[in-house]
């Protein structure tokens, strides 16, 4: 078993609807983390949380420490927002989920 | 700042054959780690440096050595490729402190035939 869960592993949105992706975890951490992967392979960092709430532009990042779950919103999705999201935790070592490939169509 | 960088981009090498993947970060970041990363799965970390001078074993380190002899670089080693050694690989680094996030490099993607 997989030490960080992912949901769902895919997903397709029209353009405009609020997207959720979901990240469940069995280790203790110290902080989960949003990475997107881009189609050229390129990763980048969205949230680093340890607690609450995060929001940048469209993007809100939760997480919930006493149920190991973290959820990643996307508000007024657009097609540039295709990528893998892919949801990682600080344990004794950093542990990733396989990634939620996004594809939103115009 | 260049960030991470990472050479070569693609690279085919054949079954037994050795190379060096590089990996260079200019922000002066204690920790770097190498990943790779499968299709359809996720990142596993190969090794990973907490300093120039110390290196250790992550979840995959099988047919892998580093080296770790100045803050920027972070070299990953196959010697005696193999096919199960196709994969895309990422460096990655971070600064000291607990939850700093990490930077990734570009991808080295690896084809042995």
Request: aromatic letters at 10%; hydrophobic letters at 30%.
């Given at each position: 078993k997989?030490?960080?869960?992912?949901?769902?592993?895919?997903?397709?949105?029209?353009?405009?609807?609020?997207?959720?992706?979901?990240c469940?975890?069995?280790?203790?951490?110290?902080?989960?983390?949003?990475?997107?992967?881009?189609?050229?392979g390129?990763?980048?960092?969205?949230?680093?949380?340890?607690?609450?709430?995060?929001?940048?532009?469209?993007?809100?990042a939760?997480?919930?420490?006493?149920?190991?779950?973290?959820?990643?919103?996307i508000?007024a999705?657009?097609?540039?927002?295709?990528?893998?999201?892919?949801?990682?935790v600080?344990?004794?070592?950093?542990?990733f989920?396989?990634g939620?490939?996004?594809?939103?169509?115009? | 700042?260049?960030?991470?960088?990472?050479?070569?981009?693609f690279?085919?090498?054949?079954?037994?054959q050795?190379?060096?993947l590089?990996?260079?970060?200019?922000?002066?970041?204690?920790?770097?780690?190498?990943?790779?990363?499968?299709?359809?799965?996720g990142?596993?970390?190969?090794?990973?440096?907490?300093?120039?001078?110390?290196?250790d074993?992550?979840e995959?380190?099988?047919?892998?050595?580093?080296?770790?002899?100045?803050?920027?670089d972070?070299p990953?080693?196959?010697?005696?490729?193999?096919?199960?050694?196709t994969?895309?690989?990422?460096?990655?680094s971070?600064?000291?402190?607990?939850?700093?996030?990490?930077?990734?490099?570009?991808?080295?993607?690896?084809?042995?035939?």
């Amino acid at each position: 078993k997989n030490e960080v869960e992912q949901s769902p592993q895919n997903l397709t949105a029209q353009e405009g609807e609020f997207i959720t992706i979901n990240c469940s975890y069995s280790v203790g951490i110290s902080a989960l983390h949003w990475l997107q992967q881009h189609p050229g392979g390129g990763i980048v960092s969205l949230f680093m949380l340890s607690s609450g709430k995060k929001k940048h532009g469209r993007l809100i990042a939760t997480i919930n420490i006493q149920e190991k779950h973290s959820s990643l919103h996307i508000t007024a999705s657009h097609p540039r927002d295709s990528a893998v999201y892919i949801c990682a935790v600080n344990g004794n070592q950093f542990y990733f989920g396989t990634g939620t490939s996004l594809t939103v169509i115009p | 700042n260049a960030g991470v960088t990472q050479t070569p981009k693609f690279r085919i090498l054949k079954i037994g054959q050795s190379m060096t993947l590089q990996c260079t970060q200019d922000m002066n970041h204690n920790y770097m780690y190498w990943y790779r990363q499968d299709p359809g799965m996720g990142l596993k970390l190969i090794y990973y440096s907490v300093g120039a001078g110390i290196t250790d074993k992550g979840e995959v380190p099988n047919g892998y050595n580093v080296s770790r002899s100045t803050t920027e670089d972070f070299p990953l080693r196959l010697e005696l490729a193999a096919p199960s050694q196709t994969s895309v690989y990422f460096c990655a680094s971070r600064a000291r402190t607990g939850q700093e996030t990490q930077y990734f490099g570009p991808g080295t993607r690896l084809l042995v035939l």
